[in-house]
């Protein structure tokens, strides 16, 4: 079953809440170890996604992606979700991250 946007979204606010403050010195290791099977989850749905997009073509995806991160209202999930997804979607459809 593909993820709808809405799964999608939500996965990528979970990645971007959960990521340790890069102005804190934290073992990104231990800090996100807790979150090991909800990280997995979030992943294979932010690329599963990437699936629903990719019939679009490259310029549709990254349409996509641009339009989402103009959405975005801090720097940090900016950054979070362009790497998320450049990481995630490398290889689904004309993909290259």
Same mark, same amino acid.
């Given at each position: 079953?593909?993820?709808? #946007?809405?799964?999608?979204?939500?996965? @990528?606010?979970? $990645?971007? !809440?959960?990521?340790? =403050?890069?102005?804190?010195?934290?073992?990104?290791?231990?800090?996100?170890?807790?979150?090991a099977?909800?990280?997995?989850?979030?992943?294979a749905?932010?690329?599963?996604?990437? #699936?629903?997009?990719?019939?679009?073509? @490259?310029?549709? $995806?990254? !349409?996509?992606?641009? =339009?989402?991160?103009?959405e975005?209202?801090?720097?940090?999930?900016?950054?979070?979700?362009?790497?998320?997804?450049?990481?995630l979607w490398?290889?689904?459809?004309?993909?290259?991250?």
């Amino acid at each position: 079953m593909e993820p709808t #946007y809405a799964q999608f979204i939500e996965a @990528l606010e979970f $990645m971007v !809440s959960i990521e340790p =403050d890069p102005e804190l010195d934290v073992d990104y290791d231990g800090a996100t170890a807790p979150y090991a099977k909800q990280i997995e989850q979030a992943e294979a749905t932010i690329r599963a996604y990437g #699936y629903v997009v990719a019939p679009g073509g @490259l310029v549709k $995806m990254r !349409s996509f992606l641009s =339009d989402l991160l103009y959405e975005q209202t801090t720097v940090k999930s900016e950054s979070l979700i362009r790497s998320m997804v450049n990481r995630l979607w490398n290889g689904v459809g004309e993909w290259r991250g």
